[in-house]
């Protein structure tokens, strides 16, 4: 039986590059597979979060589930720390995995920097809780933008030796990462050759889900372009990255192929393109963040979501835990 799973780090404000490349497909996915959507707390934590802010931080992700057209009624929604069998099964999972497959993780080593000895041990073995996130409910499909293929792999791979050195072929689905379409890998709008992230320092580098419709507008007006027009075919956009990437977005907020929006657009400039693409941002971005707003005034009823959900992901988990004891021989299996 396929089952979707993904979640989100409470970590920071949410941005464009996390709703195509992710958000926008939990929604999608609800009404074809049953889904499993969690707020990843135990994750937050592998980099200092305020005690007193974190719980309010889940909720916002909780609000940008529902505000970008989860439901509880169709799909399970859940933060991490109440379901204590992910951490159980990390644990497990630690004894798989080898040091040598953590060493090739990549955003490690871009989060770590120069001074890994000074990270938490917790941000290095981060990949192995994650394989568990998936794992304790035999996830199949597992929707995340291109930087988390790395982690998918890995997933697989602690999947498979598991089921090989305890004996137990085809106990675990190897989970496939669902990273298509043109949302996928979405870049800074001041540099095309970073992605979009929580951490860059400049806010105008990305376009956030609780931006209003002028500060969304503003920022991709500011964003870095070139002055060539807009090429008829998609191979002719190589080596233009700024470029490239303001198509990807449109075609992903459109629901379109980056082709198709070069066959609209093909001879015209960015001073043409933008106010398209500011009207079409506006348009998807904008009732978002309002939404958020108005579901985090209300934190009860978010808390009561969350509570149903984790009540159920516990019951799907307990049972998968329970043979994984048993399969490796604990006590208490
Ligand atoms: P996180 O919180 O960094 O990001 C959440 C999701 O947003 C995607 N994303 C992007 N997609 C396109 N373009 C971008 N610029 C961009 N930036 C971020 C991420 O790929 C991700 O899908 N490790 C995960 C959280 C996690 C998880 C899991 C995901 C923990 N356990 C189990 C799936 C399954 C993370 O840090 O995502």
Redesign the pocket.
Known sequence: PKRV?????PSGDLHL??Y???LVKFARLQHEIETFIFV?DL?AITAWQEPSKLKQQVREIAAAYLATGLDPKVATIFAQSAVPAHAELAWVFNCVARLGWLDRMTQFKDKAGKHKERESVGLYTYPVL?AA??LVYKATH?P?????RQ?LELTRDIAAKFNHDFDAPGFFPLPDALTQGP????MSLRDGSV???KSDPSDNSRINLTDDADTISQKIRKARTDADVLPEKLEELEGRAEAQNLVGVYAALAGRTAQEVLSEFAGQGFGAFKPKLADLAVSVMGPIGGEMRRLLSDPAEIDRILGAGAERAREVAAPNLAEVKKLVGFWAG
Do not use: P, W
Not at 5 to 9: F, K, P
Not at 183 to 186: D, H, K, P, V, Y
């Open positions: 799973l993904s979640g989100v780090q590059g996390n195509l490349g992710a990843a994750h994650q996130d998936i597992v995340v933008g291109e930087d988390q982690h949302g996928a890998r979405i992605k979009m992230s």
